[in-house]
C-alpha cells in the first residue's frame, strides 16, 4: 500500500529553523508533484510548496525566501528547510504528493499523516 511517512516537526524559537521530510513507500513508480501544506488552529489548509519532476517551484508568499522545497528522487523522498521562522508558522504541515503506482501507472493523491511545527515567540 502506497504511503508517505513524514518527520521533523517540533518546537523551535522564532528565527529558528527545521526541517521537515517526507518519504513515500508501497509501490510509488514515479511522483509528478511533491507539496506541503499547513493547517493553523482554527485556520483552512493551504499550500505552502510546490515541487514538479521538472523542477518548477511555486511558495506561498508568506514563506517566499525562508522555506526550500528539495526531493531525492532515488529515495522517493522529500524536505522543506524552513529558516527564519515566525510564530505565524506555526502549523501542522501535511506532506503530499501526485504519484504513478508500480504495475497500473494510475495516478494518485498521497497524503502524509501530519508533524506538527509550533514556533514560540
Known amino acids: 500500500q502506497m504511503q508517505l511517512v513524514e518527520s521533523g516537526g517540533g518546537l523551535v524559537q522564532a528565527g529558528g529553523s527545521l526541517r521537515l521530510s517526507c518519504a513515500g513507500s508501497?509501490?510509488?513508480?514515479?511522483?509528478?508533484?511533491w507539496s506541503w501544506y499547513r493547517q493553523a488552529p482554527g485556520k483552512q489548509r493551504e499550500l505552502v510548496a510546490t515541487?514538479?519532476?521538472?523542477?518548477?517551484?511555486n511558495y506561498a508568499d508568506s514563506v517566499k525566501g525562508r522555506f526550500a522545497i528539495s526531493r531525492d528522487n532515488a529515495a522517493n523522498a522529500q524536505s522543506l528547510y524552513m529558516n527564519n521562522l515566525k510564530p505565524e508558522d506555526t502549523a501542522v504541515y501535511y506532506c503530499?504528493?501526485?504519484?504513478?503506482?508500480?504495475?497500473?501507472?494510475?495516478?494518485?493523491?498521497?497524503w502524509g499523516q501530519g508533524t506538527r511545527v509550533t514556533v514560540s515567540s
Open positions: 503530499s504528493a501526485n504519484v504513478i503506482k508500480s504495475g497500473s501507472l494510475k495516478i494518485y493523491d498521497l
Open positions: 508501497g509501490g510509488i513508480f514515479s511522483i509528478n508533484r
Open positions: 515541487l514538479t519532476a521538472g523542477d518548477d517551484t
